[in-house]
C-alpha cells in the first residue's frame, strides 16, 4: 500500500472515533439521548484551548440547545453517558486508541438552559488521569461509556451547568494535537448543604496549550510514568 494511502486509512478510522456525552443518569434514572444536553450531531473535538467552544462545544461541532432541566441530588453519584455518535450502543463509546485524561466540572448559574458557560465559575468535581497503567478514558470504555461523577454534598442548591470532558492525547506530540471532547448538561441540584463555596476559574482559561497534560508524546514515557492531569485542582468538600 502507498503511504498516502495508509494515512488516508488511519485519518478515515480516528475521524469515526470520536466521542458525544449523550446522556446523563442522574438518582437512578437514565435520561433520553440529548435530553438536558447541548449535544451536537458531529462528533468532532474541540483543540484550541482559548476558544469560547472550550465551555460547552461549539463549531465546527454546532450544539442543538435543550429546554429541559435534569433533576440531581447532591451528595449522589451521577453518569455521563459517552458514545461515539448519537445512534451507537454501549459498546461503541470511542476508539479505544483514544487515550487520556477524563474531567467533570460545574457552573452556577440562573439560567441553565440559556447560560453560555463562557466565562469564570467553573469548578472541577472529578478526574482521572493514568494509573497502575491504564488511561482514565479507557476505564469509561471499559464501563460501558459510563463516566461517574460524585455531585458535592456541600454545594448550593440551584441550577448548574455539568460540563464531562474526554481528552484524547494520541496526536498530542504536536501543539494543539490534544482532542477534547465535551459537552454541557443543564441540571438542578437540590439536596446540598450550600457550606461550601468552591474556588471558580474561567473556562476559556483552564487549559494551556503547553500544558504538559496537553502537549506530551504519550508514546515515549515510561509504563508508570507521573501524568499531570490539566486544569485547576479538584474541588472537593471540607
Ligand atoms: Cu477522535
Redesign the pocket.
Known amino acids: 500500500m502507498k503511504a498516502s494511502v495508509v494515512l488516508a486509512a488511519i485519518t478515515a478510522s ?1 475521524a469515526s ?2 466521542t458525544i456525552f449523550t446522556q446523563l443518569t442522574a438518582d437512578g434514572k437514565t435520561y433520553g439521548v440529548s435530553y438536558g444536553i447541548r449535544t451536537p450531531t458531529y462528533d468532532g ?1 474541540q483543540t484550541n484551548v482559548n476558544s469560547n467552544n472550550m465551555a460547552c462545544n461549539g463549531a465546527p461541532n454546532p450544539t442543538r440547545p435543550s429546554d429541559k432541566i435534569i433533576p440531581v441530588t447532591a451528595g449522589t453519584n451521577v453518569s455521563a453517558v459517552w458514545r461515539h455518535t448519537l445512534e451507537s450502543g454501549p459498546n461503541d463509546v470511542m ?1 479505544a486508541g ?1 487515550k487520556g485524561p477524563v474531567m467533570a466540572y460545574l457552573k452556577k448559574v440562573s439560567d441553565a438552559k440559556t447560560d453560555s458557560g463562557v466565562g469564570n465559575g467553573w469548578f472541577k468535581i472529578q478526574e482521572g488521569g493514568y494509573s497502575n497503567g491504564k488511561w482514565a478514558t479507557n476505564v469509561v470504555i471499559d464501563n460501558k461509556g459510563n463516566q461517574v461523577i460524585p455531585i458535592p454534598s456541600c454545594i448550593a442548591n440551584g441550577q448548574y451547568l455539568l460540563r464531562a470532558e474526554m481528552v ?1 492525547l494520541h496526536g498530542a506530540r504536536s501543539s494543539q494535537g490534544a ?1 477534547l471532547y465535551m459537552e454541557c448538561a443543564q441540571i438542578e441540584v437540590t439536596g446540598g448543604t450550600g457550606t461550601a463555596t468552591p474556588k471558580t476559574y474561567s473556562i476559556p482559561g483552564i487549559y494551556k496549550a503547553n500544558d504538559p497534560g496537553l502537549l506530551i508524546d504519550i508514546y515515549s514515557q515510561k509504563a508508570n510514568f507521573q501524568y499531570v492531569i490539566p486544569g485547576p485542582p479538584l474541588f472537593t468538600c471540607p
Open positions: 480516528a472515533a470520536h473535538p476508539d483514544h484524547a482532542q
